[in-house]
């Protein structure tokens, strides 16, 4: 079991996103107003908050969101998880599609640190039932 720390959205690709603290999941769409959600396979992006602490130990300035992470969570090593692992919040049920994703060549955080732990420790879920989500929550994998 895990607790989600941060609830993170943009409304448009290409800028950072930022704690909203609450959001609505919505069945096979992501979160409500996000700009990367859709009917395809990477409608959450997940991160744990353990990796995002150890990229900060290395000198890195980085908030909730910076990673392009939806939800940021506490005590789960997502990037250990096989593709198809269910995660359960309440009445949400996420579906785990894909571990990691390339960086795209404008990469901020990769330009100041020589690195990012997206590609290696982030991952992209489906969302099979919606909900509301919010920190605080504890998100179980089934």
């Given at each position: 079991?895990?607790?989600?720390?941060?609830?993170?959205?943009?409304?448009?690709?290409?800028?950072?996103?930022?704690?909203?603290?609450?959001?609505?999941?919505?069945?096979?769409?992501?979160?409500?107003?996000?700009?990367?959600?859709?009917?395809?396979?990477?409608?959450?992006?997940l991160?744990?908050?353990?990796?995002?602490?150890?990229?900060?130990?290395?000198?890195?300035?980085?908030?909730?969101?910076?990673?392009?992470?939806?939800?940021?969570?506490?005590?789960?090593?997502?990037?250990?998880?096989?593709?198809?692992?269910?995660?359960?919040?309440?009445?949400?049920?996420?579906?785990?599609?894909?571990?990691?994703?390339?960086?795209?060549?404008?990469?901020?955080?990769?330009?100041?640190?020589?690195?990012?732990?997206?590609?290696?420790?982030?991952?992209?879920?489906?969302?099979?039932?919606g909900?509301?989500?919010?920190?605080g929550?504890?998100?179980?994998?089934?």
């Open positions: 079991m895990g607790k989600v720390l941060a609830v993170c959205m943009s409304p448009a690709k290409g800028t950072a996103k930022k704690d909203v603290g609450t959001a609505e999941l919505v069945e096979n769409h992501g979160l409500k107003g996000d700009a990367h959600a859709g009917t395809w396979h990477r409608q959450v992006s991160l744990s908050h353990g990796k995002i602490e150890a990229f900060r130990a290395r000198g890195a300035e980085v908030d909730h969101g910076a990673f392009g992470e939806n939800l940021v969570v506490d005590d789960i090593d997502f990037s250990s998880l096989p593709v198809g692992s269910i995660f359960r919040s309440g009445d949400i049920v996420l579906e785990l599609t894909q571990i990691g994703k390339e960086c795209h060549s404008g990469c901020e955080i990769f330009k100041i640190m020589g690195d990012c732990i997206m590609p290696r420790e982030g991952v992209f879920a489906r969302v099979i039932h909900g509301v989500i919010s920190a929550d504890e998100l179980y994998v089934q």
